[in-house]
Nanobody, 123 residues
Framework: QVQLVESGGGLVQAGGSLRLSCAAS???????VGWFRQAPGKEREFVAA????????YYADSVKGRFAISRDNAKITVYLQLASLKPEDTAVYYC?????????????????WGQGTQVTVSS
């Protein structure tokens, strides 16, 4: 079993930046680590993903060029750097992991989730 703990959320003004962290314990990350977000009244949506081994990264069009996903193998931690934040980025951000690489943007395929961290962007 893997335990995921997110941190780093907060309140920031539009145009600002935040760095979210997702630390894994237990058996560690699976092959794929994804970040998702969910705003009130909306479905959970894909933000970014990376392969725990290898260099491939993937982004939703809405965050491409503004967000960056990275990892620290030694700390068993995945980061999501958020920049040029907009009010519409306001949501609870979750990290998740799974073993299969297919359908990395589909939240229903992920087996392990963190508790989420709130990001609020004020205008």
């Amino acid at each position: 079993q893997v335990q995921l703990v997110e941190s780093g959320g907060g309140l920031v003004q539009a145009g600002g930046s935040l760095r979210l962290s997702c630390a894994a314990s237990g058996r560690g990350f699976g092959n794929v680590v994804g970040w998702f977000r969910q705003a009130p009244g909306k479905e959970r949506e894909f933000v970014a993903a990376l392969m725990w081994t290898g260099t491939n990264t993937y982004y939703a069009d809405s965050v491409k060029g503004r967000f960056a996903i990275s990892r620290d193998n030694a700390k068993i931690t995945v980061y999501l750097q958020l920049a040029s934040l907009k009010p519409e980025d306001t949501a609870v951000y979750y990290c998740a992991t799974k073993n299969g690489a297919a359908y990395y943007s589909d939240y229903t395929t992920y087996s392990s989730w963190g508790q989420g961290t709130q990001v609020t962007v004020s205008s």
